[in-house]
């Protein structure tokens, strides 16, 4: 029903910034939480942060003073700005979207973010 496409990921030297989005489509709730998620390789995944459409922004601890997640729901987008990247970043970055009472999840097939040394 729903389907969320991700894009801006790459490869950025440590200390850098990125930038990504998340485009929802299908049958979108106006309640829901929109927001990302991470996995790198060996490990399991991890919160970034998330925000509901109404604000109230959420993160990771590890993530903290460092990213910012926003949203535009009149194009049903969620970003978030990466700034001051780390070699630990470097994971598979996944959107998501709850609705608001939680009966509903769906995930985007993640984009790719490498941070070197």
């Known amino acids: 029903q729903v389907q969320l496409v991700e894009s801006g990921g790459g490869l950025v030297q440590a200390g850098g910034s990125l930038r990504l989005s998340c485009v929802a489509s299908?049958?979108?709730?106006?309640?829901?939480?929109m927001g990302w998620y991470r996995q790198a390789p060996g490990k399991q995944r991890e919160l970034v942060a998330t925000i509901a459409s109404r604000g109230s922004p959420a993160y990771g601890n590890s993530v903290k003073g460092r990213f910012a997640i926003s949203r535009d729901n009149a194009k049903n987008t969620v970003y978030v700005q990466m700034n001051s990247l780390k070699p630990e970043d470097t994971a598979v970055y996944y959107c998501n979207l709850k609705t608001y009472d939680r009966l509903a999840d769906y995930w985007g097939q993640g984009t790719q973010v490498t941070v070197s040394s």
């Open positions: 299908g049958s979108i709730p106006s309640y829901n939480f």
